[in-house]
C-alpha cells in the first residue's frame, strides 16, 4: 500500500493551482473545487485519493517486473522526471517525443541496436580505422540517438504502462499508448480533458514544485513495487535451496 498523501503537502506545493477559467476543459469539472481571481483550483481531496490508487496500481506494474515509461519535454518537469525516473530505475523521455516510439517500437529497437553497434565499434578498434570524416559523422548519429533515445535504450519490450506530465502536450505519446492499450498514469491540469487518461491525478503540471511533490510520490510506490518483486525472489531462491539441500541430505541417507 502506498504512503498516504498529505494535503497540506500539496497546498505547499501549489498542486491546487490550474489554469485561467477561460482555458479550461468542462470534464475536469468533477476535480475542480473553485475559481479563485480567474483561475481554477483544483480539489486536493481528490488529487490525494488519486494518488494513491495511481501510487498503488504502479508499485504492483514495478511488481510484476514490467517497466513504467515516463514522458515530459516541458522545461519545468525534464530534469525532475529524469532523476525520478532513475531513482526508480525507470525509463524516461525528456527530449521530443520519438514518433512511433510505442506503435512502430521495431524501429526504435533498431536504432537503439545501431547505438550498441557503434559503441562496439570505439571498443574493438573498428571506430579507428575509420577516416575523419566518417567518425565525425558516427560521432554525431551517436550523439543524436543518445539524445533521443539514451534512457531507453534497456527497453527490450513494450512498457507495462506510461507516466505522462502535461497530456495535452504529449498527445502523440498519449495516442500510440491507447492504440497499444498501454494504461496511461497523468498529471491532468484544468485545462486538458482526463478521458485520454487510465488514472487521473488531477494537478498543476505546471510549477516545478508541484511535478516534484507528485513525481517523487509515485517514483517511491515504483521503487517499493521494485523492493517486494526482490523479497519475493530471493524468498523463492531460498525455498529452492532448502528443497535442494533436503533432497541432497534424503539421497546421502539413502547411500548409507
Do not use: C
Request: hydrophobic share 40%; net charge positive; aromatic share 6%.
Amino acid at each position: 500500500m502506498a504512503n498516504k498523501v498529505e494535503v497540506k503537502e500539496l497546498l505547499d506545493a501549489g498542486v491546487h493551482f490550474g489554469h485561467l477559467t477561460r482555458r479550461w476543459n468542462p470534464n475536469m469539472a468533477p476535480y475542480i473545487y473553485m475559481e479563485r481571481n480567474g483561475i481554477h483550483i483544483i480539489n486536493l481531496y481528490k488529487s490525494a485519493a488519486k494518488m494513491e490508487e495511481a501510487a498503488n496500481a504502479l508499485s504492483k506494474i514495478a511488481a510484476s517486473g514490467r517497466k513504467i515509461l515516463f514522458v515530459a519535454t516541458k522545461k519545468q518537469a525534464k530534469e525532475i522526471v529524469a532523476e525520478e525516473a532513475e531513482r526508480a530505475n525507470m525509463p524516461y523521455i525528456t527530449e521530443r517525443w520519438p514518433g512511433g516510439m510505442l506503435t512502430n517500437f521495431v524501429t526504435i529497437r533498431k536504432a537503439v541496436k545501431k547505438m550498441a553497434s557503434i559503441d562496439r565499434m570505439k571498443k574493438d578498434g573498428t571506430f579507428n580505422s575509420l577516416s575523419k570524416k566518417e567518425r565525425l559523422q558516427v560521432d554525431r548519429l551517436r550523439a543524436k540517438l543518445e539524445k533521443n533515445l539514451g534512457s531507453i535504450s534497456d527497453m527490450t519490450r513494450l512498457p507495462g504502462a506510461l507516466f505522462v506530465v502535461d497530456i495535452t502536450r504529449e498527445h502523440i505519446a498519449i495516442k500510440e499508448a491507447q492504440k497499444l492499450n498501454i494504461p496511461i498514469f497523468a498529471m491532468v491540469d484544468t485545462n486538458s480533458d482526463p478521458r485520454e487518461v487510465d488514472y487521473v491525478i488531477p494537478s498543476n503540471d505546471d510549477a516545478s514544485k508541484s511535478i516534484k511533490k507528485v513525481i517523487s510520490y509515485v517514483s517511491d510506490a515504483i521503487v517499493d513495487g521494485l523492493q517486494e518483486r526482490k523479497a519475493d525472489k530471493d524468498a523463492k531462491k531460498e525455498v529452492k535451496a532448502a528443497k535442494k539441500q533436503a533432497e541432497t541430505k534424503e539421497a546421502t541417507q539413502e547411500d548409507k
